[in-house]
């Protein structure tokens, strides 16, 4: 079995906004009734596959809509939250299929090593969690993290300058995040030299 791992890019604080307001736009309005509809297509592709996940997604979003969730243990509201983050980011790109979350641990001791930061190791930022805080998953995946947009050139370059000392394990995982960091971090000044602000990359691990 392999878990995806996907990577987007947008301005968290349009999600935040859309979550936590107590009056909210039309605009506001009409992309909630689009995650509203892909939460029902996400609930609806769950049970054709027997997956029960207790509370429905639907459910979980409005319930983080009003702060009220309803359990402390439920992968639903991970689920929820990303079909809002998805209606602001970037299409996701694609970071490959892994067989387990936990391997990114080992890269991080890898990397450490070679004196790579610890804000710019996997494990930190892959499963640092959302910005609001939600009910557990109860595993390990569905999982979310942040990194700020800023850091992706610090990342592409710590991880570019030790490429040749990592072993064999590693050094084409590590090669990919450069190279997905290095373009993120010039997307992110054509941006700024257009006024938008994309601050955060967030992972999707499920």
Known sequence: MGYCLEMSTGDMRT????????????QQERTLARVRTECERTDARFREQ?????????RALDELIDGTPSTDLCPSYSYAFYQV??????????????RRPAWF?????????????????PGT?????????LPHPGD????????PAQRAAALADAYASVLDRLTPEFRDAARRFAEVMRFEAEEWESARTL???PDTLLFWFH
């Open 15 to 26: 999600v935040v906004r859309l979550l936590t307001a107590v009056e909210r736009t039309e």
């Open 85 to 98: 983050v998805a209606a602001h980011f970037s299409d996701p790109t694609d970071l490959g299929a892994w």
């Open 50 to 58: 027997g997956i029960d996940l207790d509370i429905s997604i639907r």
């Open 195 to 197: 006024g938008m602000n």
């Open 125 to 133: 930022f892959l499963f640092s969690g959302p910005p609001l805080r």
């Open 140 to 147: 390990a995946v569905p999982a979310i993290g942040t990194l």
């Open 105 to 121: 641990y080992a890269m991080d001791d890898e990397l450490a090593r070679h004196g790579v930061p610890s804000d710019l190791l």
